[in-house]
């Protein structure tokens, strides 16, 4: 059974750090991209950032570009979401997702068949 | 970045009726190499992670209901749930993963009438 375990998430003052991690299990891990995709209260789904299966290719979202940094350790079957300067609109739960296949890329790309139940990020005074 | 534009914003429907749900991208998705329509549909009920329905805009997921299609090519998509029952009350997002930068519809709201 596909599993997808988040955690790192709490409440951080505007400016501050955090580092997210999610594990993976019931699946080859390094065989497949991973993505964060995250979700404000009451609102929508937007992508964050996505990496291919070797790291090869990593993409972030306008809004958490030059702040945010995604990597994986496949050896570990973990996936990181490092947030620096982290903004109250930064709020949300964070969630990791399963790529179908193994690329990340322009026209290579797949959608995501596993979610895991999120991590939620507050950022407040 | 590829703008995915839902409609309508919230719908709803009797139930066992058909629920229709649009989908339209700011850039067509279909790359023309393998012909496939880089666009997914997801169904998100409360308190839960959206669960992937469709993908490669109309190829069901495994273990999804055949009462779920989906249809379209380009730049304009549709989901179409047949017989709707009481558990297909959800939020419904349409995604483009033909780009790097991923994005989402903002979502339909499905309710029963």
């Known amino acids: 059974e596909v599993q997808l375990v988040e955690s790192g998430g709490g409440l951080v003052q505007p400016g501050r750090s955090l580092r997210l991690s999610c594990t993976a299990s019931?699946?080859?891990?390094?065989?497949?991209?991973m993505h964060w995709v995250r979700q404000a209260p009451g609102m929508g789904l937007e992508w964050v950032s996505g990496?291919?299966?070797?790291?090869?290719?990593?993409g972030y979202a306008d809004s958490v570009k030059r702040r945010f940094t995604i990597s994986r350790d496949n050896g570990r079957n973990s996936l990181f979401l490092q947030m620096n300067s982290l903004r109250a609109e930064d709020t949300a739960l964070y969630y990791c997702a399963k790529a179908r296949g193994p690329h990340y890329y322009d026209s290579t790309g797949y959608s995501f068949d596993y979610w895991g139940q999120g991590t939620l990020v507050t950022v407040s005074s | 970045d590829i703008v995915m534009t839902q409609s309508p914003d919230s719908l709803a429907v009797s139930l066992g009726e058909r629920a229709t749900i649009h989908c339209r991208s700011s850039?067509?998705?279909?790359?023309?190499?393998?012909?496939?329509?880089?666009l997914a549909w997801y169904q998100q009920k409360p308190g839960q992670p959206p669960k992937l329905l469709i993908y490669?805009?109309?190829t069901r997921e495994s273990g999804v209901p055949d009462r779920f299609s989906g249809s379209g090519s380009g730049t304009d998509f549709t989901l179409t749930i047949n017989s709707l029952q009481a558990e297909d009350v959800a939020v419904y997002y349409c995604q483009q993963y033909y780009r790097t930068l991923i994005t989402f519809g903002q979502g339909t709201r499905l309710e029963i009438k």
């Open positions: 850039q067509s998705v279909l790359y023309s190499s393998n012909n496939k329509n880089y």
């Open positions: 490669w805009a109309s």
């Open positions: 019931g699946f080859t891990f390094g065989d497949y991209a």
């Open positions: 990496i291919s299966w070797n790291s090869g290719s990593i």
